[in-house]
């Protein structure tokens, strides 16, 4: 089975002593869990003041290595962003970039987000939203960040109806609040969780619009890649989860 | 790879996810796509709230009875028990299960936290009977409720008060990092993996620092995806024989199963 994991990154996370790999390193702890093919970002990023100096390290980090496909991270609160954006297309080729609303401290559905994803539909690209990094009840004691509350995944895609976001770090219960009223997302699966979580999804959810992600390498690589492995889904369904979706999405 | 998973909910109300009522054939059709041999059965513990009373107690351990007696080349049980309802009636209740062959350990849940001077009728329980006591266990860091919920320090203090009774402490992902430190040095205290996300690097923590023999493979079923939580275990950097341990031997030993 192809699979292509859409929640990747590298660089070292201040709270948990997860691997900080070079991009060859990834690129081959992924293939051990049968990923040939990844779309990476920098968590560095998610702290920084100012998202490019962590972004050039992702360029420089995944240039040589196959497989590693670079998603930058846009921070559209800051004055900059225009900046952020060319620099990236500049140093690209890239097919998406990425946002963490609550890391950056913005809200998702603010209205000074309209003019970015009209740069973005402009440059043609796809974008990403992190919902959440971690489990809430087990961050690290004096950070106090929550995951983008459904009210802001909500407004956001009520704004934007002609754009179809891939929502990263969701859970499943947040999907089923927002899957009744909007077909503009996707989800990928890293938080995704319960006994047979795909076969359940699948009911109310439909597979053209899921995704695979493990969220490496805060998450567990192969535990989430088994959970589509040894889901018990139609071939079809895995093969749209595990790959098709996200070569479509992106246009791999 | 063998499992035992020793962590599972099969009768579980709040989720109809193997159909209503649930079937047992689907339950262990499901386990055994993922190589699970046996489960331990804990019970629908949280049916009626935290401090279930005497008569709630019995109708949830008479489910996992039903399981056990069902198919008990599959399942064995726990006894739900609520320390605060004292020494008789929890002495009353598993004499009640251990009537019933295929129970071979205590569950708690929430009722109290595992540091509450009521733990003292459990542990004479669990000493009389010879059996393990699995302890639902969270860190209290950022989930306030220390009245319910047992912080990791707070199981290591019911084990180290108890040094004759095996202790498991459950959810290794909720007691985190500093959990495993609290059950270091603690011969009788074994983590089980259950629970939260498939969070990096844990479970080679707890092996470095309790040791893979004292670590046990759970899922939390339903609330969790077996695959997932079989898959970190086997991402692991940890020897064939170290997984082997954890995903089966240690709780075959713990529970004293002959499972060949």
Known sequence: MQLIDTNVNLGPWPFTPVPDRTGPELAAHLAASGVRRALVSHLGA?????PMVTNRKLFAAVKKTAGLLPVPVINPALANWREQLAECLAAGPIRAVKIFPNYHNYSLGARKLDAFMAAIADAGLRLIVNVRLEDERHKYFALRIKGVPVKQMDAFLARNPKH????????????DKLAPKYKNFSAEIAFCEITNVLEVMLRTFPARRLMLGTCTPLLSTRGNVDKLRCAHIPAGAKALIGADNARRFFKL | MRIIDVHTHPVFRGLSLFGKPTSLNRVIA??????????????????????????????????TIRVVKARPDYFTGFIYLNPLLGERANMAEAER??????????????ANNSSHPAMRHVAKVARTFNLPVLQHSWSTTN?????????????????????DVKVIMAHLTGIGFRGVLEAKGLPNLYIDTSGGYPEEYLIEFAAEHIGADHVLYGSDLPIRENSCTIGRILDTKLSAADKQKMLFGNTARLLNLNLN
């Open chain 1, 46 to 50: 998610v702290f920084q003041p100012e």
């Open chain 1, 164 to 175: 179809h976001v891939l929502f990263s770090g969701i859970y499943k219960g947040e999907i």
């Open chain 2, 30 to 63: 499901h386990g055994r796509r993922h190589n699970i041999v046996h489960m331990i059965v804990l019970g629908d513990v949280l049916l009626y709230g935290a401090t279930p009373n005497a008569e709630q107690l019995r109708k949830i351990n008479n489910d």
């Open chain 2, 97 to 110: 299960c251990l009537a019933v062959p295929g129970f071979r350990g205590i569950k708690l849940e929430i």
């Open chain 2, 143 to 163: 989930i306030k409720d220390r009245q319910h919920q047992s912080d990791p320090a707070d199981t290591a203090l019911f084990a180290r008060r108890n040094p």
